[in-house]
């Protein structure tokens, strides 16, 4: 029954995701990302925050302009930002921390504003999202970089063999989690042996990785129908397989009753 409900739900939320989608087209500019993901949950600092991050894009823009190489300014924008915003990381934290005096952040919200300043600067970029990671990357004067912000010190680089050494880290990392999960029989072992996660995913879908990092907090601290809000509010703005599988399990315990 609860199985027959949920698919109901489910095709209820395609309309809506479909609805959503023709609204929301077009380029994802920081003002459109602060309301999609300040505007409802932290409404009380939502203005301030955007007036914040449009005064750092401004003085982002005057140092562009005193400095000669896309390389030079890609590293002072990641050190720039890493020293206003991201303080202290946190697991499935709210974009709304970072603008609160502890400066708490995850790997979803501080590659959100990554990206945000590299889109508005026009770099071409790629955000990858894996199974336990997010990070960028970049690309200027025919060189490919990795920003990884949870990384203060050395989180950006060009070096290919780095970046290769990286990614594969990441992945082997999320090979060995799974293999774990599977083992302690959380979850079947066909669903954590399955293929990797490794996509390229556009500023709205972090959106939607971004409430499902929340759904996760509050469905492990048992707080299902909030969990199930927040699960909702991300299979709109990112309807993948996961979120698909979590939406599934959160709705059934939400109303298992």
């Given amino acids: 029954m609860i199985k027959s409900i949920f698919n109901i739900w489910l095709i209820m939320a395609m309309v809506v995701f479909t609805i959503t989608s023709v609204v929301a087209s077009g380029g994802d500019s920081f003002e459109r990302f602060f309301e999609r993901n300040l505007k409802q949950s932290r409404p009380e600092i939502f203005t301030t925050a955007s007036t914040d991050f449009a005064e750092l894009i401004e003085k982002l823009e005057e140092k562009r302009l005193k400095v000669k190489s896309d390389e030079s300014f890609l590293k002072y924008v990641f050190y720039a930002v890493h020293r206003k915003y991201l303080g202290e990381y946190k697991q499935y934290v709210a974009l709304g921390e970072i603008f609160d005096k502890r400066r708490q952040y995850d790997c979803v919200t501080g590659t959100a504003l990554y990206a945000l300043v590299l889109d508005h600067f ?20 025919g060189k ?3 920003l990884e912000s949870t990384d203060a010190l050395y989180g950006i680089t060009k070096d290919q063999e780095e970046i290769q050494a990286r990614r594969k880290m990441i992945m082997d990392d999320a090979k060995k ?9 959380v979850g079947s072992d066909e669903q954590y042996i399955s293929e990797l996660i490794d996509n390229k995913v556009t500023l709205k879908e972090l959106s939607g990785l971004h409430y499902y990092n929340l759904a996760l907090a509050e469905l492990n ?3 299902f129908s909030q969990a199930f809000t927040l699960v909702t509010k991300a299979y709109h703005l990112y309807p993948s397989e996961r979120i698909k599988q979590t939406a599934s399990l959160v709705f059934a315990l939400a109303f298992e009753d």
């Avoid at 770099?123 to 970049?138: C, G, K, P, S």
């Avoid at 989690?177 to 029989?185: D, F, Q, R, T, V």
Wanted: charged share 20%.
């Fill in 122 to 141: 026009g770099f071409l970029y790629e955000i990858r999202e894996t199974d336990y990671h997010v990070y960028l990357l970049a690309y200027a004067e």
């Fill in 177 to 185: 989690i799974n293999a774990e999960l599977a083992m302690s029989g």
């Fill in 144 to 146: 490919k970089y990795m």
């Fill in 221 to 223: 601290n048992q707080n």
